[in-house]
């Protein structure tokens, strides 16, 4: 599906480093999908971004390293940002929680109030998903919206198929719907701020101007 949008640009990238990652193949997927229904895809590689475990006096003598400017370039010149995140151990890669902490020195901070959506890949049958639970805390702490769905694809060696796509059509279904919803809350965010002066009054809080929030 192709629908007109307001430019709306994303920064995907797969948190695997290995060549035949499972993740990077549904990275490629969540680009290919996205700039089918009309945003701008920066497809990155996790290689961009890999930086030396971090240390705050290797930072004050030596500065940033490269791969930190690099993920904080490309995660500002994009309105939001996709990874694909292996789950290890229950939790993410330590090379992605690395990155985030190099990333998360910058000022301004990179992460702060871009949009971000989950997904992971995983030869298990949860498909990486607890992983994604660690990955959403120190985002948020960063002040990333954290999308509230996330697409974790399980038995991923069997369910992408040699030509890249989903095998199972209604998977796929909901692989694009994941997709465009984000979208259209990316689009919305940057193109129709007006929404934000919307009044939100969230279940179980009686109106009230001193508590109402705005979103
Ligand atoms: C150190 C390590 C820890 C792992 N821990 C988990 C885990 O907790 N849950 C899981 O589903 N898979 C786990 N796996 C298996 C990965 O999901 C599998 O290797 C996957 O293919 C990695 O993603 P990639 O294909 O994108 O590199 C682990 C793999 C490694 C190397």
Redesign the pocket.
């Known amino acids: 599906m192709n629908q007109a949008r307001e430019p709306v640009r994303f920064l995907v990238f797969?948190a695997?480093l290995?060549a035949?990652?499972?993740?990077?193949r549904l990275a490629q997927l969540a680009a290919a999908e996205i700039a089918a229904n009309g945003g701008d895809v920066d497809l990155a590689a996790m290689g961009d971004f890999d930086a030396p475990s971090y240390d705050a006096d290797v930072q004050e003598v030596d500065g940033f390293p490269a791969a930190a400017e690099e993920l904080r370039d490309r995660v500002m010149g994009s309105d939001a940002f996709v990874i694909a995140s292996?789950?290890?151990?229950?939790s993410m890669p330590g090379s992605l929680k690395n990155s985030i902490d190099w990333v998360s020195r910058f000022s301004p901070q990179p992460f702060n109030e871009r949009h971000g959506l989950l997904m992971s890949?995983?030869?298990?049958m949860?498909g990486?998903n607890r992983?994604l639970w660690a990955l959403r805390i120190p985002l948020e702490h960063l002040g990333a919206r954290v999308y509230p769905d996330m697409f974790s694809l399980a038995q991923a060696h069997r369910a992408l198929g040699k030509d890249g796509q989903l095998v199972d059509a209604r998977l796929g279904d909901r692989f694009e719907q994941t997709i465009i919803a984000f979208m259209d809350l990316v689009e919305a965010s940057k193109h129709y701020p007006c929404v934000k002066t919307k009044w939100v009054e969230y279940l179980g809080e009686h109106p009230d101007p001193a508590i109402d929030r705005v979103e």
């Open positions: 797969s695997s290995r035949g990652s499972l993740n990077s292996p789950e290890y151990n229950f890949a995983s030869p298990s949860a990486g992983g």
